[in-house]
Nanobody, 124 residues
């Protein structure tokens, strides 16, 4: 059984930093895609960032580009999201995602595996 478990969320003030982690068990995604989505109250789930198996190909949503950094450790089967200069509009539940393939169209249905989510709240 595949399980993705996020950690590192919390309540911070605007301008602060947080680092999210996602530990994966049950299978490896060393040849696939891992990443993050988020969902704010009353809004649809949206893509944040993802990273391909080699770690050299990363993609970011425009809203987080330059502030967030995604990385992965294939030896630990884990993915991370370092978030800097957080804004109140970053407040959301952040979900770790993974897929055994190279995802091209970054919509929720193209990622087979999801974590339960971790809450990030940024106060102004």
């Amino acid at each position: 059984q595949v399980e993705l478990v996020e950690s590192g969320g919390g309540l911070v003030q605007a301008g602060a930093s947080l680092r999210l982690s996602c530990a994966v068990s049950g299978r490896t995604f060393s040849r696939g895609t891992m990443g993050w989505f988020r969902q704010a109250p009353g809004k649809e789930r949206e893509f944040v960032a993802d990273i391909r198996w080699n770690g050299d190909t990363t993609t970011y949503a425009d809203s987080v580009k330059g502030r967030f950094i995604i990385s992965r450790d294939n030896t630990k089967n884990a993915v991370f999201l370092q978030m800097h200069s957080l804004k109140p509009e970053d407040t959301a539940v952040y979900y770790c995602v993974a897929d055994p393939s190279v995802v091209v169209v970054r919509v929720p249905r193209n990622y087979d595996y999801w974590g339960q989510g971790t809450q990030v709240t940024v106060s102004s």
